[in-house]
Nanobody
Framework: VQLQASGGGLVQAGGSLRLSCAAS????????TGWFRQAPGKEREFVAA????????YYTDSVKGRFTISRDDAKNTVYLQMNSLKPEDTAVYYC????????????????WGQGTQVTVSS
């Protein structure tokens, strides 16, 4: 599967953005998907994940209550709605897909998009 992330940009603190991850292939519904981010000088970190069926979602503590991950298999797309953005959310955001159940570990995701920059100004 090939992934294309989009929707990043520059936003003021408190604002919102919606990231999209468009996937190729008719078997997208068989993949768990996740969002990770990497800030300058920092390691890539888990942000959110959603199961194959969409029935289960997972979030890192720092984004709980502010970010929402969802998927639309008819459109082969996963979304990350980001509200109440903070300067510390500034990073390149990557979407990823896994046939191993997904989760919080980057190593279980075999497929990665190219990343989209999110910059939150104070």
């Amino acid at each position: 599967v090939q992934l294309q992330a989009s929707g990043g940009g520059l936003v003021q603190a408190g604002g919102s953005l919606r990231l999209s991850c468009a996937a190729s292939g008719r078997t997208f519904r068989t993949y768990a998907t996740g969002w990770f981010r990497q800030a300058p000088g920092k390691e890539r970190e888990f942000v959110a994940a959603i199961s194959r069926t969409g029935s289960s979602t997972y979030y890192t503590d720092s984004v709980k209550g502010r970010f929402t991950i969802s998927r639309d298999d008819a459109k082969n797309t996963v979304y990350l709605q980001m509200n109440s953005l903070k300067p510390e959310d500034t990073a390149v955001y990557y979407c990823a897909a896994s046939q191993e159940g997904g989760g919080v570990l980057a190593r279980v995701y075999a497929y990665w998009g190219q990343g989209t920059q999110v910059t939150v100004s104070s």
